[in-house]
């Protein structure tokens, strides 16, 4: 791969995160990348490696999930050196996030993460978040007394969130 398309496929990167108000994914990045044929998975993750270790990007890691947030100095980058990303691949990407916007939000928007319990054997915290555009609706830890239990939560925290939160508030909000 040349120095030249590692430039444009970290611009390019920049320029994502930069028209959205909220992280990416590796998975999502790679989604892009790969399935619009721009490069290939190794040479994405060489990219965003590099922009994490300059210090363009900060990574975030939750689980087993990288989200990745542009910060100050990949802004001013991509300023700089804009124009060399063609107008078709701003194009792309930007048809990109039309269609996928929604369900990309969402994807970073709920996350669950666990972790033990240092003064109790055996338990763990499950950590649950519901965020709309970057500002927290609701945190709800739970303890359980197995990893596998702590496993489950997260995992269908993802397609039962909204169910949880529109019960809550019903539960909250409504006089009986």
Known sequence: MSEESLTLY???????????????????????????GYTSYFH???????????EFVRAETIRNTTNYHLISSGKEALSMFHTQISEPIKNDILDYFAEKK?????????????????????EYMVKTQIKEKGSLLLELNINVVSKEQAIAICDSWEKKSDAVYGKLMEMLLLDE
């Open 10 to 36: 970290k611009l390019m990167i920049l320029f994502m995160l930069d028209n959205l108000d909220f992280p990416l994914t590796n998975s999502q990045l790679s989604e892009f990348f790969v399935n619009h």
């Open 44 to 54: 994405l993750q060489q990219a965003i490696n590099e922009l994490v270790e300059s």
């Open 102 to 122: 929604y369900q990309l939000r969402k994807e970073v928007d709920i996350t669950a993460d666990y972790y033990p319990l240092k003064k109790k054997r055996g």
